[in-house]
């Protein structure tokens, strides 16, 4: 049964900071791996999509990879604005479904 | 529409009755996917459609819930005798490419259901 870590549960830096949030799942088996955003009381905006056979994805500021061997992906923010706080969540899809992360709280502080 | 839409927007209900939530996927998706999130929690995935069909429903909790989606573009998940536990926000997603693993899903804003 495939199950998606995130860790830290919450991580507040000052702005202006380069900061990596973790994801490790226990199935390699995957189609591939996603990152979204979810503001308070708000639904999840799509970041990157990683596709199984890719190891990374740019958008802007944020670089998201992807190890299937070990079972890891990262996500990397730089320069962090405030308006970068919001809750990440990472997802991989095996099969039919997408199995989500509980999620890393981040907090910018300006 | 240039999104999925999902409504109503926030449901209070008393336990034991029965609920609909509706969703609008964006238009020409043919992939339609509900998930549950408590709070603290990630979104925990119920049912996928592929056009009118449930392609997988393994996710549903228990035969209180069902979902349908008749012309291939709206659903409606209903949950039946709800339970206080059914208390969560219920997300809408849909791709526009077949199977579920294979492309990218565009949420909705959620609709949070309270169950007194």
């Known amino acids: 049964k495939q199950e998606v870590t995130q860790i830290p549960a919450a991580l507040s830096v000052p702005e202006g900071e380069n900061l990596v949030l973790n994801c490790s799942f226990t199935d390699s088996a995957i189609y591939n791996l996603q990152w979204f955003r979810q503001d308070p009381g708000k639904g999840l905006t799509s970041l990157l999509l990683?596709?199984?056979?890719?190891r990374e994805q740019t958008s802007g500021r944020l670089n998201a990879s992807l190890d299937k061997s070990s079972g890891r992906s990262t996500l990397y923010i730089a320069a962090s604005q405030p308006g970068d706080s919001a809750t990440y969540l990472c997802a991989v899809s095996s099969a039919s479904k997408i199995i989500f992360g509980s999620g890393t709280r981040l907090s910018i502080r300006p | 529409g240039a999104g999925v839409s999902q409504t109503p927007s926030n449901k209070v209900t008393e336990k034991g009755k029965y609920v609909e939530l509706r969703c609008d996927p964006i238009?020409?998706?043919?992939?339609l996917y509900w998930y549950r999130q408590s709070l603290g929690q990630g979104p925990e995935f119920l049912i996928y459609f592929q056009g009118t069909g449930a392609a997988d429903d393994s996710g549903l909790p228990n035969d209180r819930f069902f979902a349908v989606r008749p012309e291939g573009s709206v659903s409606t998940l209903k949950i039946q005798r709800t339970e206080r536990g059914d208390s969560a926000v219920y997300l809408c997603?849909?791709?526009?490419?077949?199977?579920?693993?294979?492309?990218?899903?565009?949420f909705g804003p959620g609709t949070r259901l309270t169950v007194l």
């Open positions: 997603a849909s791709s526009q490419l077949a199977g579920a693993g294979w492309d990218e899903q565009f």
């Open positions: 990683i596709q199984s056979s890719q």
């Open positions: 238009s020409g998706h043919t992939a």
